[in-house]
């Protein structure tokens, strides 16, 4: 790879800068935004860097767990894809806006090696008001004491979606973690058929503009049933009430979420991509 130089990363001073630029394309950009929202850009709490070679309303990457590239043409792919491979790769995958994930692994590819999948079209998804079929009345916020039974429902997802075990990797401390402090948070949903979990997912990013959810599942012996309509409708009827526009995004093969999530009232606004790596 030529290598570049010229992408830099940003610091807490260009906080607002990086605002205007997300706030330009609010949906596709939650997932960052409402990172940069609580902690601003400082890679001490922002558990990753805001990358730029110019001004962030034309050019910007988040790279942390996930590579995200938010803005820029074919020129600044080069320049994140060079960035990227000056030390160890952090992340595990490459997602976002499909028109710019792909041409920022095009220049990846051949440093990092072939990717383990290449999910090339998933409609983002947003709903343009309150969600036409009837939510779930027992579909819920999960309380602390549900941890361990939700924990499984949400590894069980995460194996069927991603195809790895999350409790894989430090013992499963992250991913714990991770599920606990959503629950404690409010953001993680239930629905319970005596002990056990029928029905979960999670307002997984939330800016002060979009809910987006992440994590949908429904117990194989209850799919076909309505709960994921009816369940989804309920996380999105919460994110409705407080302000924001609900959204998430799915694998355009998956036919039945997407009638499913047409059920509800979601409309395609976008169109990511996202890339795992090994």
Known sequence: MLKLL??????????????????????????????????????????????SRGRPEESLCFSGVNLIPLRGDDTDMRFFADRACRGPRMCSSLVGRADLVLPLWEQLESEWGAAREIRDEQPMLALPGPPRCQSDPFTRRAR?????????????MFIEEVGVDPLAHDGGRSYRYRIEGLIESGRAWV??????????????SMS???GQIHGVWVHPDYRGCGLGAAGTATIAQAIVKSGRTASLYVNSYNRAARTMYAKVGFQQVATFATVLVD
């Open 6 to 51: 010229g992408a830099r990363p940003l610091g807490l001073r260009d906080t607002p800068a990086v605002l205007r630029a997300l706030d330009n394309d609010p949906i596709a950009s939650c997932m960052v935004a409402s990172r940069i929202e609580e902690f601003g850009v400082d890679p001490r709490f922002l558990r990753g860097e805001m990358w």
């Open 208 to 210: 002060q503009r979009v």
């Open 144 to 156: 602390k004491d549900e941890l361990e039974p939700y924990l499984d429902a949400a590894v069980k």
């Open 191 to 204: 629905r319970f058929e005596g002990d056990e979990v029928v029905f979960k997912a999670e307002m997984g």
